[in-house]
């Protein structure tokens, strides 16, 4: 069975720092790209990070820029995204994603999903 589980969400106040994992298990994920998205009450789900593979490439959102980062290790399947000053318009449902291409992680998402973790964070 495929499975993507998030954690690491929670409350957090504007400035400070989560970092967020996303185990893999069922498939050969340590050859797939992963990545992040996320989606706020009433908009619509966008694309955060991405990392191929190999871990050599990574693609970000404006949004994340400079504060956010993408990492993985294969060896235990999963990845992170590590939110430095967080601001209250990061306030949202954060998804991980999965597909062999990074090309479709990076865009709108590939066919795995988890099942999303809350990361709330006040002013």
């Known amino acids: 069975q495929v499975q993507l589980v998030e954690s690491g969400g929670g409350l957090v106040q504007a400035g400070g720092s989560l970092t967020l994992s996303c185990a893999a298990s069922g498939r050969t994920f340590s050859s797939y790209a992963m990545g992040w998205f996320r989606q706020a009450p009433g908009k619509e789900r966008e694309f955060v990070a991405a990392i191929s593979w190999t871990g050599g490439r990574r693609y970000y959102a404006d949004a994340g820029k400079g504060r956010f980062t993408i990492s993985r290790n294969n060896a235990k399947i999963t990845v992170y995204l590590q939110m430095n000053s967080l601001k209250p318009e990061d306030t949202a449902v954060y998804y991980c994603?999965?597909?062999?291409?990074?090309?479709?992680?990076?865009?709108?998402?590939?066919?795995?999903w988890g099942q999303g973790t809350q990361v709330t964070v006040s002013s």
């Open positions: 994603n999965a597909d062999p291409l990074e090309t479709v992680v990076a865009n709108t998402g590939g066919d795995y």
